[in-house]
């Protein structure tokens, strides 16, 4: 079965703090990985996509890392603000990318 | 604006009732699916489209109908809805653009069945 762990499933810190969000994946023939943002009854925000020749994505003070290999990636928030506060989720694809299977989310709060 | 819209976004119906919920996308893509969200399950796909009347079934098709006869419209039809599909559902769509299909998601639609 093609599953996507993502741990913790919360995580709380205070503002300022650099963290990083994990996710594992079992099958290694990914497409691509991506990350979203989710915030409470909202729908889902795309923060960064690695796609499978890449190994990092950076967008301001997020970076996502992907690692086949040993079936990880991980976004790595730098500085971190209480607008930060949602729930994480990262999706893998595999070939077509039609399909993504999502992880179960890490909900992050920054307390200010 | 580019985006996917969803409507109704709430909605509370009864065993039985035939409804439709409707996505709709600007952006010319190619590809649209449908996602269901559940407490504890995560999100899960139900069915995708790569084309106009191209559509395939996802992990979750059960219970569910969708149609694509225009690009930018996907449809997702519940013929006899039940009180095990109360669930948060999401449209998105994609382009293979650079070849990374990122995908871009509606606002979601709160489905309560009684």
């Known amino acids: 079965k093609q599953e996507v762990t993502q741990i913790p499933a919360a995580l709380s810190v205070p503002e300022g703090e650099n963290l990083v969000l994990n996710c594992s994946f079992t099958?290694?023939?990914?497409?691509?990985l991506q990350w979203f943002r989710q915030d409470p009854g909202k729908g889902l925000t795309s923060l960064l996509l690695?796609?499978?020749?890449?190994r990092e994505q950076t967008s301001g003070r997020l970076n996502a890392s992907l690692d086949k290999s040993s079936g990880r990636s991980t976004l790595y928030i730098a500085a971190s603000q209480p607008g930060d506060s949602a729930t994480y989720l990262c999706?893998?694809?595999?070939?077509?990318?039609?399909?993504?299977?999502f992880g179960q989310g890490t909900r992050l709060t920054i307390n200010p | 604006e580019a985006q996917v819209t969803q409507n109704p976004r709430y909605l509370i119906t009864v065993t039985g009732k035939k409804l439709t919920v409707t996505c709709s996308q600007n952006?010319?893509?190619?590809?649209m699916s449908w996602y269901r969200q559940d407490p504890g399950l995560g999100l899960r796909q139900i069915y995708y489209?790569?084309?106009?009347?191209?559509?395939d079934k996802g992990d979750v098709p059960e219970g569910y109908k969708v149609s694509r006869k225009e690009k930018r419209n996907f449809p997702l039809i519940l013929e006899s809805p039940s009180p095990n599909q109360t669930s948060l559902y999401f449209c998105?769509?994609?382009?293979?653009?650079?070849?990374?299909?990122?995908?871009?998601f509606g606002p979601g639609t709160r489905l309560t069945v009684t």
């Open positions: 489209s790569m084309n106009v009347e191209v559509t």
């Open positions: 690695i796609q499978s020749s890449q």
């Open positions: 099958d290694s023939a990914i497409y691509n």
């Open positions: 952006m010319n893509h190619e590809y």
């Open positions: 999706a893998r694809s595999l070939q077509g990318a039609q399909k993504l299977v």
């Open positions: 998105a769509s994609s382009f293979e653009g650079t070849g990374d299909y990122e995908q871009y």
